[in-house]
DNA sequence: GATGAATGAGGATTCATTCAT
DNA sequence: TATGAATGAATCCTCATTCAT
């Protein structure tokens, strides 16, 4: 929906829409540059806070050009979350996907933690994207494409490790999870060193322990 | 070192005995009416989006009057803060301070854990001020002496369960433990009736799991 | 429902509202500063073409004072015009209201074209409201407040003219005398002198013409 | 004049005979298209509210592309204008020209009116354009060539008609019936079905009786 | 001729904060 | 104290127009 999207796509190869909107070769990397300067204020200064402008200045380019390619500040997130996601997928394959069930429980979770925290560290942006205006009760809606798609990954990963429970109760594991790998993570980034390892090692803990007497032995 | 003292603090040293007792109790009437507009209106829309016009305006009272108990949006969310912890402890005493380490692990959390969500859904800006203008790696100094204070509970909680780790580590592990609460309470936000049961059983599992192994038998 | 519409009325004898609202002089004075560049504004460059930045500018003020008083640019429009008509009943009294049967139809409507274009002349924003920012089939809604005065006042001045026309009737026939009221004005407000006077005459040929044949005897 | 025609025109010096045959017709066609996509932009929007952009959309070209054929967006609105006054005249041939003398006035006002009306429903743009960008004083200098163009035609129309009156008055009398017009129109647009079948009566009426007093007998 | 990209000033509106009364 | 007025930079976003390909 986002005019992003519409740029993803290769042209000729999907659906023929209304226009061919042959996206140029320039415009693709304006986009690039457009959403890696979003990361990049996002990450500094979060989400709610960042303003379209600071990302067409960071961007060098005029606040028209950025409209050109994104209808709003919210498409931007939108765009620069499935990107990532997408690049999650590339680099790690079947990290989030499902796992023979022989492999020991502690193995799975320090390898997806561990994955996944070096993702995050390698895309800060990814953080400030999950922390987006939340208000309380309502856990940003279209705005978490991102948390939505995390969850469901991990889902499929929980699903054959908890073979006999019943579905709402692996979704509200899955949820559980990720509320929990983002709390870590939080953690996590807020130190370093020494002191950071210690605390991807408690997230495992954290993560293996919750799951251990769900898993069927 | 909240605004709102330093406010009612300056007139002390010029006005004779009687008068500041009657201009303190109606001033403290103001405090108590901005705050729990402010509360109101963070839980409403979250911190970063609250106006304090917004603030004014829901307490009955002009932008300038604000102004006059508070330097700014930031001191307002602090000492609101600060009540909420002080009433916290009025309220549940020792629920979060040192436990009879007879009393077996799962008792404790399940008892800390309610308490502590029902103080929550009794108080829901509390969530809201977790969730200040955080940016990633910054865990929102001065803003968070709610998550600071918090944390200090914790620690003191856990230190005669954990008679033989170094305090660091009982740090650690507290940190850990807060951001998993909140983790879990955002979930428990999220939903309702036997779902948000379901996640508080949840929560309750997590924090039990993880420290369980943690604790002197 | 706009500011300056609370700010009209007189504090203390309206009734009691949420917030006495005690407007000051100060801002009395301001709103009818804008008004007036307003005013000004919307006369120069029409409705649609102006800016409330400009409006401000114009005043003298900064953006943020005119939003103070002023929701959007609708409001300022709204409450020019409903001073504008009020304005008008005040200086000309029983001009558009019903009349003696007995007055000859020429000079009723003599008098009233005089008075409605002197007041035009000495208020040239009324004609620019008039010419909103209308879309074809639609008749500018809230807009055109002063429209619907407009009509409803020529309604109850004819309504005495047409004792035996059914009320639907008088009523296109009263909207139909505003259109050609604004048709004509719109000539003689792009004529001088001479020409100018030709066209009134030519006006008011019109409205006796069309009028003439369906008043009683 | 019009913009389109200053485009196709350039290119007649540097090709050979039979090229600008096709390159021309290849443009007439843009032409058209971008003319269409105009008049539909007009219509919903108005002239005023119209973005260039969005008429390009609508024609399915891009901005560029717009700007080749027209130097701005006045021109287009200038070019349309144009074109239906061409139409106009080719559709209904005398209706606005000289008409017998002998011909009863309520039938040549009538038929006017009825073939004016029809056209404009057929060519709702046709009011849009005429609701330009008013400025009270300044009937819309150039932009209105349309309604000059109307006014020429009213005017020979009415010339026979009114063989003793002196020039300027019958110019004068021109205009206010093409103000009357106008007026008329929009109340006709404005409604449907018997309503607006009887707005088209009294228009007819308002017409009948402001020129019968002028006709010599 | 056609495209999409680029512009950048300008639009309405908001908001934390200060000031005069 | 308390009020409403005032600020002005900043917000998101639009648009007529020009440019490079």
Known sequence: ????????????????????RRRQARGERRIAQLLEAAASVFTTTGYTAASTNAIAREAGVSPGTLYQFFPNK???????????????????????TPVDPATPLEQVVGAAVDRFIDFNCRHPVFFALMHGPDIPGRIAEEHDALHATLVTRVESMLTPLL???????????????????????????????????????????????????????
């Open 74 to 96: 919210e498409a931007i997130a939108i765009e620069l979350g499935s990107r990532l996601m997408h690049e999650m997928r590339e680099t790690y394959g079947e990290v989030l």
């Open 1 to 20: 929906m986002s005019g992003a999207e519409a740029a993803t796509a290769e042209d000729g190869q999907a659906a023929p829409q209304e226009r061919p």
């Open 163 to 217: 073979p006999d429970t019943p579905a709402p109760e692996v979704s509200r594991t899955a949820q559980m999870c990720v509320g929990l790998y983002k709390a870590g993570l939080e953690l996590v980034l807020a130190h370093e060193g020494a002191e950071r390892e210690a605390y991807v090692r408690e997230l495992k803990n954290v993560l293996h322990r919750y799951l251990d007497p769900l898993v069927v032995d």
